[in-house]
């Protein structure tokens, strides 16, 4: 398997809508533009081993690709 990591930033362009490959409703999409490709992937356990990132989403929620992320200001 694939190390898991970030690659890059994207923003919503449209919000979440039923995902057309499956009738469960819990299953959503959404659809993203690239914003910025990282000059260095982040992996899941530098994410995992930074304190300041230890309540974000895919810390919790191992199983996102898609999340918000604050602001470093916000953290």
Do not use: H
């Amino acid at each position: 398997m694939k190390e898991k990591k970030v690659v890059g930033i994207a923003k919503v362009v449209k919000e979440y809508y039923q995902d057309p490959t499956t009738d469960d409703p819990k299953w959503v999409v959404v659809d993203l533009a690239p914003v910025e490709t990282l000059k260095k992937p982040v992996t899941l356990e530098m994410i995992k081993q930074d304190p300041l990132l230890q309540n974000i989403a895919l810390v919790r929620q191992g199983r996102l690709s898609v999340m918000p992320l604050p602001k470093k200001n916000e953290l």
